[in-house]
Structure formats: C-alpha cells, structure tokens
C-alpha cells in the first residue's frame, strides 16, 4: 500500500480500528496483520506475526504492520536484522503488555537479558508496554534493547529496574513514552533523542542509589549520545512515598567519553543538587560531556552542581546540536513514520 491507499482493517475493536487508520493514514504501508491470542488473528503469538515479515524489504516498499491486541504476551520478541521497516502497534500502554523477567542474577547476560530486542532498520513501535519484571534484587534485566538504525518508539512505556532501556546503538528517537527504573536505566550507546517523555525513577534497593542515565560513548569522535528534550523526570510512586533517603542523580559515566544533555525539561525534587554521579573514582570525569540548558523545576537548579571538566552549562548554540533535526538527522526519517516530532529547540 502507497502513501494515501487505504485498506479494510480486519480488526477486533472499533477503537483498534480507529486507532489503526488514523496513525496509518499517511504512513506508506505493504501489508497489516493482527496479533491476538484468542485465535481471531491472524497469529497467536507477536513472534510468529514478526516471522512472517518479509526479508530485507526497502523503505520504499512501505511497512509490514502488526497490530497487537490489549493483552498480556509473555514473549521475549526480537525484531533481527534482515526485518525492516516492520511497525508494532498495541492498544495503549497498560494495555498491550510484552513482558519477560530474564536477569544476570538468573545466568543471562545484560545484553541478553532484554524481554524485547530490535535491531532491523526502520523499527517504528507504539501504544504498548514492554516490561521486565525480574525486579531490583535481580540486577541488571533489561526490558528493551534496541540496536535498530532509524527506529522510533511513541506513546510506549519500557518498565524495569537497572537497565531498563537499553539504547544500544545508531539513530533512535522516542516521543511520548514512559520510562522506569533505577540504576542506569536508560544505557547505551546510540544517538538518541527523548522527547516529550516522562522519565520515573523508582525505589531501588537499600543502600543504592539511582541513575537515570548511563550513556556510553567510547571515542570522542563517535557521534552518539544521550539528549533528553522536554521531558519531565520524576520519582514513581514507590520512590515518592518512600522516608525520602534514596539519591538519584542524571547520569553517571559508564564509558570514557560518556555524553549526555538535559534540555528543556522539568526536573522534579528528586534530583540530588549536584546532578550528576561518578562510576568510580575520578574516571571519566575529564574525558565526559554532560550538559544541560534550560531546563525548570526544583531540581534544574544548577547553583550546586558538580565543578568536573566534562560538565558544562550551554547556550541555545550549542543546546542546537543535540536537537533531532541536527543529533539524528530526524528531518530525512522521521516523517515516514508518522511520529510526531519537532526538529529544534522550543
């Protein structure tokens, strides 16, 4: 199907349906199936509809659609490499759950542990929760791990504790999503733009303490990093209502050339007043690049915040480089793959 072509939905829901043709009207598609485990479907399990694609597909041939219906999906999904421009869509978050508890703890490695896993071009995602449920006492357990070039996720939410989202690696962009956890919980080493996010911290352990991200930049000259843009960062129920003792901070430095900015958004109280955390000792605190510009609430207030080399408070000038027109090139793929977006600062 070509940009404008229309096609009957064989949906289960009129608000399925609704919710289908409005985000797909615009968006060039080949084919759309649907996931539903009652067997009404065209496929049971998420695994089986994403088997199903077509191998290698160019951009021009549109997206394979899979529409997963309001459930729970106790799979570990991987979208691998030669299934392109393939786009998830599920009937909300809360709704469409996709959940896994795989850990290190339990023998798996951090890489491995990821419930949902994607790394073929042009993955596009929405309206769905992706959880790990190993929980805190279980370590690092990922939820997603995406490895996938020109892939986007909107109004998605990724539930864990350490490590929860995985960015691993080339151009990602999320819009609208929510994010949880603890340590590190959103890692990696893509060239990623949050936007319009709420980003939750929860309650880890005793004795631990949060890291939003841990990004993990490994040469100066990559042109990958962390840029959070009008989101909000907030403590979670758990954290919120806890004796107030937990510290978490914006970042801390998992690789030599960690680089993360936080712009334009609302940074709640429970962002200790230095901002940021070492990994250990004095490593990477002269080779990072941690920024942020412009941002509100009680927790933006940078009178206090750490005096390393590598942090740095910036101007609208350089805040511009690390938007999605100029970090990820989003004017050029964005638009196909109707997710809302805008390309500057606010």
């Known amino acids: 199907m070509k940009k404008g072509a229309r096609k009957s939905l ?42 199903s694609a077509p191998n290698n597909p160019a951009s021009s041939d549109g997206y394979f659609v899979i529409y997963v219906v309001a ?30 508890n795989r850990s290190v703890v339990d023998g798996w490695t951090t890489f491995n542990s990821a ?43 990724f539930e864990g504790y350490q490590d929860t989202l995985y960015t691993h690696s080339l151009r990602q962009f999320y819009r609208d999503c929510e994010i949880y956890g603890t340590i590190d919980y959103i890692f990696g080493n893509a060239a990623v733009v949050f936007q319009n996010c709420k980003i939750y911290a929860r309650l880890p352990l005793d004795n631990q303490f ?31 209502s806890s004796n107030g003792t937990t510290k978490s901070y914006l970042g801390r430095p998992w690789k030599e050339y960690s680089r993360t900015v936080v712009m334009q958004s609302f940074i709640d109280s429970l962002i200790d007043p230095s901002g940021w955390a070492p990994c250990s000792g004095d ?34 000038t350089d805040a511009a480089n690390f938007t999605v027109s100029n970090f990820t090139q989003g004017d050029f793929w964005l638009p196909g793959t109707g997710v809302p977006y805008f390309g500057g600062l606010l």
């Not at 009404?40 to 998420?46: C, L, N, Q, V």
């Not at 930049?217 to 959070?228: E, H, L, V, W, Y």
């Open 210 to 240: 949060n890291a939003v991200t841990a990004q993990g930049r490994i040469d100066p000259n990559q042109n990958t990093g962390t840029s959070i843009q009008n989101c909000s960062i907030l403590a979670a129920e758990d954290l919120a």
């Open 283 to 316: 490593f990477a605190l002269a080779t990072l690049y941690y920024a942020e510009f412009d941002n509100t609430g009680p927790g933006s207030n940078t009178t206090n915040r750490v005096t390393w080399p590598g942090y740095h408070l910036i101007n609208a």
């Open 10 to 51: 064989p949906l289960q829901s009129t608000s399925g349906r609704k919710l289908l043709e409005a985000f797909t009207d615009g968006v060039s598609v080949s084919k759309m199936v649907v996931v539903n485990p009652n067997g009404s479907g065209d496929f049971a399990t998420i695994t089986d509809a994403v088997n």
């Open 71 to 100: 459930g729970v999906y106790n799979e570990y999904v991987s979208i691998p490499k030669n299934k392109k421009y393939l786009m998830m869509i599920g009937d909300g978050i809360n709704h469409t759950i996709i959940t896994g």
């Open 115 to 157: 419930t949902f896993a994607v790394v073929g071009q042009g993955f596009v995602a929405l309206n769905m929760t992706i959880q790990n449920t190993a929980g805190a006492i279980k370590q690092q357990a990922v939820a997603v791990r995406n490895g996938a070039d020109l892939s986007a996720f909107y109004n998605c939410g």
